[in-house]
């Protein structure tokens, strides 16, 4: 183990070591911390300038009530939802496909395909982001949260196809040869066979899709105008304009903003991280 | 030549070819919803981009062809050289989020009570929208009563309002980067550190490296894996920066924090007019200069890939 365990270091190292921890922790997380306490610090704080202090009481409930009532964020977030639930559903199906395809086939343009949708994942958004939005209006779903699950769905296979064929090509290979020689088709060699292995990566994808397109932004303001459609994300920053030194809203609002993906990530933290540091350990 | 003909086909002849043939054919059935979505919204786009940039269009009317009248156009225009520099300077310091990852990473590599959660709450920024990162930051160096402005005022006597000074705005705003990105480079690192051998940490020791020596030269080539994906998430990461700028400052004061993801989108899709033509040109720019680095990515992944 790298460095030296704590344990074998002297009393005063260990000592000084856990004080460190909490400490530093504090310190990385300062602009988190400062936004939560102003999220419950009542308007008349601010307007006296008790910006870092103690709260002089706690106005949790009143500055997370006034946001759901005098701002569509309910609204904003249900959007969310409806464009990142069936991203991930879209995304995570046509890519245990591709990924099946690329991972057991051997054919001549293998490669090439699967570095393709590797590429494609890396390229800059704005290089698609004058015809993604020309198409998006001309099918009519300009303004729609289908659009952005369209265009998600297809970006994020590109991830997504990068990620299921190594994890498919960790499965031990024998299992579909012995089917084959039995003559089962590849159909239900792919669906009784190798989808049940996959449960591990299907969860990791999920996850790590359903932050990465509630955090979307750009496409949010690309492909969204209105109210009716706008993900949190976009609407945070449009009702930060609205609430000019309304800190304490602002943070309610971020908060809010934040839950869902943090939640996501402290109840699937350990799928969450495998999919991360895929690639991260062999190569 | 009717006796050619295989007693199973003879009696469902439809699957006869299918059964020879389905190796061949599998794969591209598989292949095809995934592929057909990605052509349509990943692959035709960029050669539309590229085609666009050569027209002169708002989006609307009529595209007149212009050919590289909006490349030289770019060529002439300051703000172009602000972004390119600007790019420069968030690719550079961006990288620092490595290092930085990494001492983070053999800080909380021990076993003591809680280390999970306080791993987990070190990655707590990765998990937040850039767009929250970019408000809480702003909030952080507002004038008047920002902590940051704050505790420059305390330490020189005079405010710096970040944000609104040309000097640092950049600078100001690649720091709120570098928190979700160190917060990234440091679970990477943490999983490396994981599969370490243990048997090469102890032979090591045996023969006297520790401290720096043996984080170099025993430790390091082992991150190897690790480091590579570090870097290419943070270059990618680095010169896709859009959010931030656009929350923070929108690219001002006077334009001095301007990248090219964000100068493309101005000109494209804002008060300045729809100029979509010059907008493509400004995402094939950045294209180019991101095809770079990506294929220098592919072909060592490429690499590893032949020989694996």
Not at chain 2, 13 to 21: A, E, L, Q, V
Not at chain 2, 199 to 226: H, S, T, Y
Not at chain 2, 269 to 297: D, H, Q, T, W
Request: aromatic share 16%; with cysteine; proline share 5%.
């Amino acid at each position: 183990m790298f460095p030296t365990p704590i344990e074998k270091a002297s009393r005063f190292v260990q000592v000084g070591y856990k004080i460190l921890l909490p400490v530093a922790l504090f310190l990385w997380l300062l602009p988190l911390i400062g936004v939560a306490i102003t999220s419950v610090r009542p308007a008349g704080d601010l307007a006296a300038g008790n910006y870092f202090g103690i709260p002089s009481a706690f106005a949790g409930v009143e500055n997370y009530t006034a946001v759901f009532r005098d701002s569509p964020i309910g609204w904003y977030i249900l959007n969310s939802f409806k464009v990142t639930i069936p991203t991930v559903i879209g995304a995570v199906a046509l890519s245990c496909l591709t990924g099946f395809a690329l991972a057991v086939y051997k054919f001549k343009s293998n490669l090439v395909l699967f570095f393709l949708f590797v590429a494609g994942n890396f390229i800059p958004f704005q290089i698609l982001m004058v015809p993604v939005r020309d198409m998006t209006l001309r099918a009519g779903l300009y303004d729609t949260t289908m659009g952005l699950v369209l265009f998600h769905v297809a970006f994020q296979t590109g991830f997504c196809t990068l990620f299921m064929r190594n994890f498919i090509k960790g499965l031990p290979f024998a299992l579909i040869e012995s089917a084959r020689v039995e003559g089962v088709s590849e159909w239900r060699i792919f669906r009784h066979i190798v989808l049940p292995l996959m449960r591990p990566a299907i969860a990791a994808l999920s996850v790590l899709v359903f932050t990465f397109v509630w955090n979307d932004y750009f496409w949010a303001t690309v492909l969204v105008q209105g109210q009716h459609a706008m993900p949190v994300t976009a609407g945070l920053y449009s009702l930060n304009g609205q609430w000019v030194a309304a800190w304490h809203l602002v943070s309610a609002g971020s908060i809010v903003a934040a839950l869902p993906p943090v939640a996501m990530f402290f109840l699937m933290q350990r799928h969450f991280i495998a999919g991360l540091t895929l690639g991260a350990t062999k190569g | 030549m009717s006796n050619a003909v295989s007693p199973q086909s003879s009696v469902r002849p439809s699957s006869g070819f299918w059964k020879k043939n389905q190796q061949t054919l599998a794969p591209w059935l598989f292949l095809a919803p995934g592929m057909l979505m990605f052509v349509i919204y990943v692959l035709v786009p960029i050669f539309q981009s590229i085609w666009i940039s050569f027209h002169d269009w708002d989006g609307l009317g009529e595209q007149v062809w212009i050919g590289f009248g909006n490349y030289a156009e770019l060529l002439d225009d300051d703000t172009f050289y602000v972004a390119l520099k600007n790019n420069l300077i968030w690719l550079v310091l961006y990288l620092l989020s490595i290092p930085a990852g990494l001492a983070a990473a053999l800080f909380l590599n021990q076993t003591v009570a809680g280390i999970r959660l306080y791993k987990s709450l070190f990655f707590f920024p990765f998990v937040i929208s850039q767009v929250v990162v970019g408000l809480m930051f702003t909030w952080f160096y507002a004038p008047d009563f920002g902590l940051f402005s704050k505790l420059t005022e305390w330490l020189t006597g005079e405010q710096i309002a970040v944000l609104a000074d040309e000097r640092f705005v950049t600078y100001g705003i690649i720091v709120a980067g570098l928190w979700p990105q160190t917060a990234y480079c440091m679970i990477l690192y943490l999983t490396g550190l994981n599969n370490i051998n243990p048997e090469q940490v102890e032979a090591a020791r045996m023969d006297g490296a520790k401290g720096f020596k043996l984080l170099w030269n025993i430790i390091l080539p082992q991150l190897g894996p690790a480091t590579f994906i570090a870097m290419v998430v943070t270059v990618i990461g680095s010169l896709r920066s859009f959010d931030l700028v656009s929350v923070m400052t929108a690219g001002g004061p006077y334009g001095s924090s301007q990248v090219l993801s964000y100068f493309m989108y101005e000109q494209a899709l804002s008060e300045y007019g729809f100029r979509m033509g010059y907008g493509a040109a400004i995402a094939v720019v950045l294209f180019l200069i991101m095809m770079v680095f990506i294929s220098l990515f592919i072909v060592r992944m490429l690499r590893q890939e032949r020989n694996a």
